[in-house]
């Protein structure tokens, strides 16, 4: 299985990563930023998708004078992308946020967050994974699409 992961913050990158990769006929390429993995994407096609869903726009080499900007919905943009070009590959977002920032005034809980990905991205989204260092239910949870 060839699995693209999008992920911006390394120490969770690494925890996953190393989990995967304890299954030999899993390739990992990680990209850290929603662009670069929306080029990614664009070139080359993929089995799985793990993604993050608060995430840089580029990668932080690239912040020009300060303006890389974080969208905290990348993942759900990413999955809009996704639907509009017509991409089939699988998706489970991986947050380690229970709650999701949509603006300065609103929040989503994860769990309504991801009826609304069944509901709007039935094609790609498959769940959605809460990330803890404090639990490796995370772990089980992924396995199960492993």
Do not use: C
């Amino acid at each position: 299985m060839v699995i693209l992961y999008i992920e911006d913050e390394q120490h969770k990158a690494k925890d996953l990563i190393n989990f995967i990769e304890s299954y030999k006929e899993h390739k990992i390429i990680w990209k850290k930023s929603y662009i670069n993995g929306l080029i990614e994407l664009e070139e080359n096609r993929y089995d799985l998708i793990l993604l993050d869903m608060s995430l840089p726009l580029y990668d932080a080499d690239f912040d020009l004078e300060g303006l890389n900007e974080f969208d905290p919905l990348a993942g759900i943009h990413f999955l809009d992308e996704m639907k509009r070009v017509g991409y089939t590959e699988k998706v489970i977002v991986i947050t380690a946020y229970d709650y999701i920032k949509k603006d300065e005034t609103q929040s989503i809980s994860l769990e309504n967050l991801k009826k609304e990905m069944q509901n709007q991205y039935p094609e790609n989204y498959v769940d959605g994974i809460f990330y803890s260092d404090d639990s490796l239910e995370w772990q089980n949870t992924l396995n199960l699409y492993l």
